[in-house]
């Protein structure tokens, strides 16, 4: 289809271990469509998080490694790209949130003077004091209270809940095309995570980005995601739009899985 932007193809990432190779994803195949959000839902240790270190080019070296397979962003193969060619791509077109924000976010620097080195490296031609407009702009579109104020803070100053809104304004400061969201609202409590999934979504609805959004929990997945694919031991199981999956799941894990939902 036309309008896909990502699409993985066959990705098979192994790992050097003390006791040998381990394979951890076994032949993942899937496609991201421009403006949609797709879920990513499996148990711990099921590759999510190795499916997205794969498509950003983060595995660690040398011990992770992509065998086989494509990662095609707009046609072009990922896997084939040079460190800077990756590296341009990391910071203009594919961006990526984690679990832990603390990843992601410097502890030494205050918020706003992290933002402002993204609009610095991305869009050069703005002014110190424009960028600075922006920066206070992009903290009050995530819902952070006193703009002006937080950005003169430092990331261990902000509660939880706001630290990880900072880290989306980071990842969302390059204005990618591709957001991979791993699990950003598992460390938080369910009001917070209510709120973060609500932000999600109006920012996907309002910027027509594209979202991988990666969570162990279905639940989670019916609240954000237009479709699904389900990973079960480095695979994709079942791979449907969201209604269809909820409605007659095919696959007896994903059957399982449903079960369990309370
Ligand atoms: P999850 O679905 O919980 O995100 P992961 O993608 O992190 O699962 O892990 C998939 C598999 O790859 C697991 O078996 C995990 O132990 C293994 N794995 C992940 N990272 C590494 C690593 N750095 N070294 C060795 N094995 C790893
Ligand atoms: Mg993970």
Redesign the pocket.
Same mark, same amino acid.
């Given at each position: 289809m036309s309008d896909v932007i990502l699409r993985v193809q066959d990705l098979v990432?192994s790992?050097?271990?003390e006791s040998g190779k !381990?394979t951890? !994803?076994d032949g993942v195949s899937f496609e991201v469509r421009k403006g949609r959000t797709l879920g990513v839902v499996? #148990? /711990? +240790? /099921? +590759?999510? /998080?190795?499916?997205? !270190?794969s498509i950003m080019g983060l !595995?660690?070296k040398p011990? +992770?490694r992509i065998e086989r397979g494509v990662v095609e962003f707009h046609g072009k193969d990922l896997t084939k790209l040079s460190l800077a060619e990756m590296y341009r791509v990391r910071g203009n077109q594919v961006s990526m949130i984690f679990q832990e924000p603390m990843t992601a976010l410097n502890p030494v620097k205050k918020v706003g003077r992290q933002l402002q080195e993204v609009f610095d490296l991305h869009f050069p031609s703005l002014n110190p004091k424009e960028a600075q407009e922006r920066v206070v702009a992009l903290l009050d579109k995530v819902g952070i209270p006193s703009p002006e104020q937080r950005a003169k803070e430092y990331p261990h100053q902000l509660s939880g809940g706001m630290r990880q809104r900072a880290m989306i304004a980071m990842a969302l400061a390059c204005e990618p095309e591709i957001l991979i969201a791993? #699990?950003p609202t598992t460390a938080l409590d369910v009001t917070i995570q209510a709120q973060i999934l609500d932000l999600m979504k109006d920012l996907q609805e309002s910027q027509g980005m594209s979202v991988i959004f990666?969570t162990?929990d279905l639940g989670v997945i019916a609240e954000v995601c237009d479709d699904v694919i389900v990973?079960y031991g480095?695979q994709v199981l079942e791979s449907a739009p969201v209604d269809r999956l909820f409605e007659k799941p095919h696959h007896p894990y994903t059957q399982g899985l449903l079960a369990s939902i309370p």
């Amino acid at each position: 289809m036309s309008d896909v932007i990502l699409r993985v193809q066959d990705l098979v990432t192994s790992f050097q271990t003390e006791s040998g190779k !381990l394979t951890a !994803l076994d032949g993942v195949s899937f496609e991201v469509r421009k403006g949609r959000t797709l879920g990513v839902v499996g #148990e /711990s +240790g /099921s +590759g999510k /998080s190795v499916t997205s !270190l794969s498509i950003m080019g983060l !595995l660690p070296k040398p011990a +992770g490694r992509i065998e086989r397979g494509v990662v095609e962003f707009h046609g072009k193969d990922l896997t084939k790209l040079s460190l800077a060619e990756m590296y341009r791509v990391r910071g203009n077109q594919v961006s990526m949130i984690f679990q832990e924000p603390m990843t992601a976010l410097n502890p030494v620097k205050k918020v706003g003077r992290q933002l402002q080195e993204v609009f610095d490296l991305h869009f050069p031609s703005l002014n110190p004091k424009e960028a600075q407009e922006r920066v206070v702009a992009l903290l009050d579109k995530v819902g952070i209270p006193s703009p002006e104020q937080r950005a003169k803070e430092y990331p261990h100053q902000l509660s939880g809940g706001m630290r990880q809104r900072a880290m989306i304004a980071m990842a969302l400061a390059c204005e990618p095309e591709i957001l991979i969201a791993d #699990e950003p609202t598992t460390a938080l409590d369910v009001t917070i995570q209510a709120q973060i999934l609500d932000l999600m979504k109006d920012l996907q609805e309002s910027q027509g980005m594209s979202v991988i959004f990666i969570t162990h929990d279905l639940g989670v997945i019916a609240e954000v995601c237009d479709d699904v694919i389900v990973m079960y031991g480095g695979q994709v199981l079942e791979s449907a739009p969201v209604d269809r999956l909820f409605e007659k799941p095919h696959h007896p894990y994903t059957q399982g899985l449903l079960a369990s939902i309370p």
